[in-house]
C-alpha cells in the first residue's frame, strides 16, 4: 500500500514530493528585514532534511507590520536577493520554498522572545501599532490606532507590492497569515473588531480585508502557483470567530481562487482556553475540508510519521505541518521515511548515515 505522507501533491502547476510541510516559524534573527546566514541554515537544513515544502516566517510586508524589530521582512526590493539565494538552495535540494507574508496588527511592537516579549515604546526602537479598533491585545499594551481607510488601503496595497517581490526571490508557494490575532484575524473576529464601517459588524464586513488582501496577492501572484491562507479556526473565547465561521470563510475563498487553508487556531485574546492535546486542531482541519471542499494542511502537535499518516489516511487534510518537531528533527523528512518503511533519497553527502 502506498503511504499518503510520502506521495506527491499537486497543486496547479506546482507537485510537491510528498506532504511533509515545515511549518512558519518566526526566527527574530533579522536586522532591518534583511534574511541573513541564519536563514539560510535554518531553512536550508530542513530542505536537505527531506521536507516537500518550507513556508517561510511571518514576512512583514511592512516595518510597523514586524511584531519584532528583528522579524523577516519583505517591504523592500533590497530584501530580494538573499531571499533568492536562499531559495535557490531550497529548490537545488528538490524541496519547494514558501513565504508567509504578514502583518502583526496590535501584536506589533514587541522585543523577541528571549528578550522578555515586552511591549516597545519609541525611546526602545518600538512603533505605534495598528488595528480594526482601538482595543488592546492586554491590559499592559498601549492602545493601537484604529486604522481609517487610507490606512486600510495602505495595507492592502503593501502586500500587494511584497507579492510581487516575493515572485522575484522565486517563491513557489504563497501563504497568507489571517492567523493568530494578527491584523488580518483581527479584523475576522467579533471580539477585536468593533467597527462601524464596511469592514466591521456583519460577518461579510469582518472578512472583507481578508478578502480584499486575497485579491491584490492574487494580482500579482502566478496564477500557475499555489496560494495558501492560514486562519486560526476558532478563538477558544466566547463570542469569538469560531469553527462555522472559518467554513463559510473557506468557501469563500474556495470560489477566489485559494487552493489551500493551513488551520491553526487561537491567539486573539489572552483569555483563551484551548484543550491542547496531540493534533488538537486537527478536527479542524477536517471539518474545513468536509464542510467546503477546499483543501486543508493540519498544524499543532503532530509530532511523529504515524500520526501524520493517520490524518492523511482519514482524510481529514492533505498537507501535515511540522513547527517544534521539525526544530528538534530538521532531518524529519528522511527519518520519518525509514518509521513508515518508505525509501526516499537521502542527499548523497548523508547517505553513509541511512538506516
Ligand atoms: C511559530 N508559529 C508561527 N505560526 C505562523 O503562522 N507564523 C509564524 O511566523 C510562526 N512563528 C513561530 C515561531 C516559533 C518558534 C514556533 C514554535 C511557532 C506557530 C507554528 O507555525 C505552528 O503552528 C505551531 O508551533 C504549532 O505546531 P507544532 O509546533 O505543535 O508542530
Known amino acids: 500500500m502506498s503511504v499518503l505522507l510520502y506521495s506527491p501533491l499537486q497543486i496547479k502547476n506546482l507537485t510537491l514530493k510528498n506532504r511533509i510541510v515545515i511549518s512558519p516559524m518566526c526566527q527574530y534573527s533579522s536586522v532591518d528585514g534583511f534574511a541573513s546566514d541564519w536563514h539560510l541554515v535554518h531553512l536550508g537544513s530542513r530542505a536537505s532534511g527531506g521536507a516537500g515544502l518550507i513556508i517561510q516566517e511571518a514576512t512583514a510586508v511592512s516595518p510597523e507590520a ?3 524589530p528583528d522579524d523577516m521582512g519583505i517591504w523592500k526590493d533590497e530584501h530580494i536577493e538573499k531571499l533568492a539565494s536562499i531559495n535557490e538552495f531550497i529548490i537545488s535540494q528538490n524541496s519547494v520554498p514558501g513565504i508567509q507574508l504578514a502583518h502583526a496588527g496590535r501584536k506589533a511592537s514587541c522585543s523577541s522572545p528571549w528578550n522578555g516579549h515586552k511591549k516597545l515604546d519609541a525611546t526602545q526602537g518600538g512603533w505605534e501599532t495598528v488595528a480594526p479598533s482601538a482595543i488592546r491585545f492586554q491590559d499592559a499594551d498601549t ?3 484604529a486604522l481609517d481607510k487610507a490606512g486600510i488601503d495602505k495595507v ?3 502586500f500587494k507590492a511584497a507579492t510581487k517581490r516575493a515572485v522575484k526571490a522565486g517563491f513557489q508557494v504563497m501563504e497568507i497569515h489571517a492567523a493568530h490575532g494578527y491584523l488580518l484575524h483581527s479584523f475576522l473576529s467579533p471580539l477585536s473588531n468593533k467597527r462601524t464601517d464596511d469592514y466591521g459588524g456583519s460577518f461579510d464586513n469582518r472578512i472583507r480585508l481578508t478578502l480584499e488582501v486575497v485579491e491584490a496577492v492574487k494580482s500579482e501572484w ?3 502557483l499555489p496560494l495558501f491562507v492560514r486562519i486560526s479556526a476558532s ?3 466566547e463570542g469569538g470567530w469560531d469553527i462555522e465561521e472559518s467554513v463559510l470563510l473557506s468557501k469563500t475563498l474556495k470560489d477566489k481562487g485559494v487552493d489551500l487553508i493551513d ?5 486573539l485574546v489572552p483569555y483563551q482556553k484551548i484543550p491542547v492535546e496531540q493534533g488538537y486542531q486537527v478536527p479542524f482541519a477536517e471539518k474545513i475540508k468536509k464542510a ?3 483543501m486543508t494542511g493540519a498544524v499543532g502537535l503532530i509530532t511523529d510519521a504515524t500520526q501524520a499518516e493517520e490524518i492523511l489516511l482519514m482524510g481529514k487534510a492533505d498537507l501535515i505541518l511540522f513547527g517544534r518537531e521539525s526544530l528538534r528533527n530538521p532531518n524529519l523528512g528522511l527519518t520519518f521515511a525509514a518509521d513508515l518503511d518508505v525509501e526516499v533519497q537521502w542527499p548523497k553527502q548523508y547517505e553513509r548515515a541511512k538506516k
Not at 263 to 267: K, L, N, R, T, Y
Open 292 to 294: 467546503s471542499g477546499i
Open 235 to 237: 478563538d477558544w473565547a
Open 66 to 68: 514586524r511584531i519584532s
Open 143 to 145: 492602545l493601537p490606532l
Open 263 to 267: 488551520v491553526s487556531s487561537g491567539a
Open 222 to 224: 502566478p496564477k500557475d
Open 156 to 158: 492592502i496595497a503593501d
